[in-house]
């Protein structure tokens, strides 16, 4: 038996981080009774440990309610969440593309953020329905009044008769419940049509398979189901259909209108990919979902095992994260100075952060990682066209004729006071303005288009600490650009490490490579010997900074009590030892191939 | 042959640096006194044939005991064990424990070499390390142990100690120096967890000076202990020639030698194994089983063949002189270098050895710098190489 469409209500929440996202999801489970209070886990649906620490949700899930509205009947809510990053524009833009409206949580203290706009503008693109929300009103600071004009303002919705609530104590929390069936529409599709099935989200089980998540917009699926996948054209049957309740539970069918899983024996999420249209293999649909995109990795760097021994460990990590994350790339690669790795690819910098701390926490694995790359494409004289992801690769400057480096569009929001130093941020990081918008006499917004490369370092910590917290930023790719790049490399003892290498603008390689000479000089403990660090353009040195030998590393004493205590003090000096990296003849600790990036260049 | 080390565990009072086995004395030592002849005795009877050609005294301050008991712990090794009439037979002390009478009881009793501890000749920087005596004090000791018969005397002098300038440092060298020692051990503070001085660094109630202000020190001092006749022949100890410490050599060339006392550690030949093995350290454990007629031994490990090279090598790179390349040989049936021959390789193309004699393998004063990282490597060959 169906449940009515008429009474199904399919949405996500957007918000800016901290914005209260989480914590109106968990009320609203609550109040439908989808889950016992004694059974909340803080936050439910960030499952994972890093989403919690960090308060950010990695991958989309999704969960299903039951609401008793006033006019006396039952409401199925499919809430679909969505992640919170720029990184995973795309997915957001999937799970968006399962919804018929969008949830717009805006906190009263604080207004709309760039982020939050970039997201809101995605649902209007995608034609959902948004219903503003005033959250944490209950704070002194709030003031909704302010809050809402901006929305009015910047986004050009009506949001006077938002419900003003408090996710944290629940003030109001049934409104939203109730505008949620008044203003969103129900999902609309025919449940005779041949089976069209958007997929939002993958999800891998050890015991089920990798899991499809999706929004059913026409037809029926169940056990048995011969379906087929638009995009690759690969065929499964059915094993399992089920809805999020809010763990997965096994129902008979799912039916146009309606949001769950299906489970067909697949072995990898690599081949149930996001944004990818289902149908039946013996009645297709004529034409799939639009919007379906090739994830494409946007940053690249090398990840060694500490350890060389552990490269099958690394393997076996990487293989079984990609089984549940499609977006991550990776094939291997071998360094001089790291030997045996990979090279990753990544959505962007917090995929990165994220995967490698998953590595090293989830797979207790001691990683290197080398400064990340963006995608560069090289035009060489003899008229070939490379695409480039990691500075090592790069050919002769002589045999170049031009490189183009990949732009972004940045939209910068913040407080009009920390507009001069935000400027100069910008520039500093060959930012070109396009323009600045009042959006209130103390706010504004600023458009700038920013090498991807100077943004994938530390511009959002920079843009962080320059606003006080203030200032929210958001970006889209934008192209490539022709640009004068150069590699620069770093010599320890006279030899290059290449896993220090990058590709600079040419104007900022100077003042990068003291930089990360300074940063070498200071993180290579003291050695046997004195040891040149030296910062180099093809053959030309630019930077010079020495690591003094040292001195005296022999133990005063060593009479007949103290013989099985020194092997063991050199026993542990080893261990300290074996967490460098031998490079040529300096050893280098693990962590000093990250540290360069730690530089405001 | 063997050596023999004795252990007294009291102190006046226990320096600020120092994480040795010491406590103030107490009603304790009455009963050490005789456990430690007890102990004499039951080594005895598990190692009967051996002869002694060394007896070391050190502590703690022996000479926190009356010299009546140090004496007939003395007598008991020697009507246990035949003592070599040449026996280089050493005693540590400290100013303010001992005076003339006592010095010469023990100078006659046959202690032949004495051993006192200074530190420093500046009042200001014995106090501030926790050092119970000033510099006028050691005078008094230092001329008493001469007038008792005492010919043979090492002076320990630190350096790298907190507010310690190398001019501090020179001048107690070149003070100590005139009274015409024997025999100066010259060490670098060792900073030990668990000391007081370690909190108050930690804490920043106390700094040390930095590490290569310390490196200068030591360069500086060993040239000038080298300008006034001391030769160096350990990595802190110098002498003039022949007065070198036969017992402390007897570590450094992986001799077997046996602890007595708490907290002692030996390394004999058992039934052709070789044996390290500690006693109790605590002075409660120690007296308990020797009270109830029982060998107060804590651990005991075996040595195999491969680790006794490591051991050989560890020990006999502190030496100037270094490792006799033959005595190895003839003790391992292999070659030092050849064993070893990447470790060694390495270490040439840092220029650490001294190549003045091919019969030895010996460090040259850079290398010897460096004697940690040099093992780090030799510590590199795993024995199932070896086995090989």
């Keep these: 038996m169906n449940f009515d469409p008429n009474l199904i209500r399919n949405f996500s929440i957007i918000a800016h981080i901290d914005h209260g996202k989480s914590t109106l999801a968990d009320r609203m489970m609550e109040l439908t009774d989808t889950v016992a209070k004694r059974d909340m886990e803080e936050q439910l649906l960030d499952s994972m440990d890093i989403e919690r620490e960090r308060g950010i949700t990695i991958k989309a899930s999704a969960v299903r309610m039951f609401y008793h509205h006033t006019d006396g009947k039952t409401y199925m809510f499919n809430l679909i969440d969505t992640p919170g990053h720029v990184d995973f524009n795309y997915e957001v833009s999937r799970a968006l593309a399962a919804c018929e409206g969008a949830v717009l949580v805006v906190d009263a203290t604080q207004g709309i953020e760039a982020q939050t706009l970039a997201n809101v503008y995605l649902a209007v693109d995608n034609g959902l329905e948004v219903l503003p929300v005033i959250n944490k009103v209950d704070l002194p600071s709030a003031e909704p009044e302010r809050v809402i004009r901006e929305i009015e303002d910047v986004i050009g919705i009506p949001a006077e008769d938002a419900p003003c609530i408090s996710a944290k104590t629940g003030l109001n929390v049934e409104q939203v419940l109730a505008r949620i069936v008044d203003t969103i529409p129900a999902p609309t599709g025919d449940p005779d049509a041949p089976l069209k099935a958007l997929i939002f989200d993958c999800f891998y089980d050890n015991y089920k398979g990798a899991l499809s998540y999706v929004r059913i917009f026409d037809g029926t699926v169940q056990a048995g189901t011969r379906i087929r996948s638009m995009a690759t054209g690969n065929e499964f049957d059915v094993t399992e259909v089920g809805v999020f309740a809010p763990t997965w539970k096994p129902v008979d069918q799912l039916t146009a209108g309606e949001v769950g899983y299906i489970a067909a024996s697949i072995k990898s999420v690599a081949e149930t990919k996001v944004g990818d249209t289902i149908t039946t293999a013996n009645r297709p649909t004529k034409e799939a979902l639009p919007g379906y995109k090739q994830a494409n990795s946007m940053v690249f760097c090398g990840v060694y095992p500490a350890d060389g021994a552990h490269y099958d460990d690394l393997k076996e990590a990487l293989d079984k994260l990609k089984l549940n994350d499609a977006s991550l790339s990776y094939e291997h690669e071998t360094s001089a100075a790291l030997g045996y790795g990979f090279r990753c690819g990544f959505l962007g910098l917090l995929h990165m952060e994220i995967i490698t701390e998953r590595l090293e926490r989830e797979f207790d694995l001691d990683l290197v990682t080398t400064a990340p790359s963006v995608v560069y494409r090289v035009h060489t004289l003899d008229g070939r066209d490379l695409v480039i992801d990691n500075p090592t690769n790069l050919p002769n400057a002589a045999e170049i004729d031009y490189m183009e480096e990949p732009m972004v569009k940045a939209t910068i929001m913040t407080p009009s006071e920390y507009v001069g130093t935000i400027m100069e941020l910008c520039q500093n990081n060959r930012g070109v303005f396009i323009d600045m918008q009042y959006i209130e006499a103390d706010r504004v917004n600023l458009h700038y288009v920013l090498p991807l490369n100077e943004i994938i370092y530390d511009f959002f910590d920079s843009l962080k600490s320059r606003s006080r917290g203030y200032a929210s930023f958001d970006y889209e790719l934008s192209g490539y650009e022709k640009s004068d790049l150069v590699r620069l490399d770093f010599l320890l003892n006279g030899e290059m490490c290449d896993a220090l290498s990058t590709i600079v603008h040419k104007d900022r390689a100077y003042a990068k490579g003291r930089a990360v000479a300074e940063k070498l000089k200071d993180v290579i403990p003291r050695q046997q010997f004195e040891i040149p660090v030296q910062a180099a353009i093809g053959s030309k040195i630019i930077a010079r900074e020495t690591v003094k030998a040292v001195r005296k590393d022999v133990l005063a004493k060593c009479y007949g009590g103290d013989i099985t205590r020194k092997k063991k003090l050199l026993e542990k000096q080893k261990e300290g030892k074996k967490r460098m990296r031998q490079v040529g003849s300096v050893a280098v600790p693990s962590d000093a191939f990250m540290s360069v990036l730690r530089i405001n260049g | ?388």
């Design chain 2, 1 to 388: 042959m063997i050596g023999v080390y004795v252990h007294i565990p009291y102190c006046l009072k226990k320096c600020r640096y120092c994480d040795f086995c010491s406590i103030p004395i107490d009603e304790t030592a009455g009963r050490y006194r005789s456990a430690v002849c007890g102990e004499i005795a039951l080594s005895k009877a598990k190692y009967p044939d051996e002869r002694v050609k060394t007896v070391f005294f050190g502590g703690g301050t022996p000479t926190a005991l009356p010299p009546e008991d140090l004496v007939s712990i003395l007598d008991a090794i020697r009507t246990a064990f035949p003592v070599e009439p040449d026996a280089e037979i050493s005693i540590e002390c400290n100013p303010k424990t001992i005076g003339f009478e006592g010095l010469r009881m023990l100078h006659d009793a046959g202690f032949n070499r004495l051993s006192i501890g200074l530190q420093t000749t500046q009042n200001a920087l014995l106090k501030r390390i926790g050092r119970v005596h000033t510099f006028e004090e050691f005078l008094a000791t230092y001329k008493a142990a001469r007038d008792a018969g005492f010919t043979n005397i090492n002076i320990d002098l630190m350096h790298g100690l907190p507010g310690q300038t190398q001019a501090d440092y020179l001048d107690a060298i070149r003070t100590v120096a005139a009274l015409e020692p024997t025999h100066i051990s010259a060490y670098s503070l060792i900073l030990e967890e668990g000391t007081p001085l370690y909190d108050d660094v930690i804490a920043r109630r106390e700094t040390l000076p930095d590490p290569d202000a310390v490196a200068d020190m030591e360069d500086a001092g060993m040239d000038l202990l080298e300008a006034l006749g001391y030769r160096r022949y350990e990595v802190s100890n110098f002498a003039k020639p022949g007065f070198e410490c036969r017992h402390n050599l007897i570590y450094w060339h992986n001799e077997p030698y046996l602890g007595l006392g708490v907290a002692a550690h030996s390394s004999m030949i058992e039934d052709g194994f070789w044996v390290r093995f500690s006693n109790e350290s605590s002075i409660p454990a120690y007296l308990k089983k020797l009270e109830k007629g029982k060998l107060p031994r804590a651990e005991r490990i075996i040595t195999n063949t491969f680790e006794q090279m490591f051991e050989s090598i560890m020990l006999g790179l502190r030496l100037v002189k270094g490792i006799d390349r033959k005595v190895f040989f003839d003790r391992f049936g292999c070659d030092v270098i050849e064993t070893y021959r990447e470790a060694y390789d390495k270490n040439d193309r840092f220029g650490f050895w001294d190549h003045s004699d091919p019969a030895r393998l010996r460090l040259n004063r850079l290398g010897m710098d460096h004697l940690d990282a040099v093992l780090r490597d030799f510590r590199e060959r795993r024995l199932i190489d070896f086995l090989r």
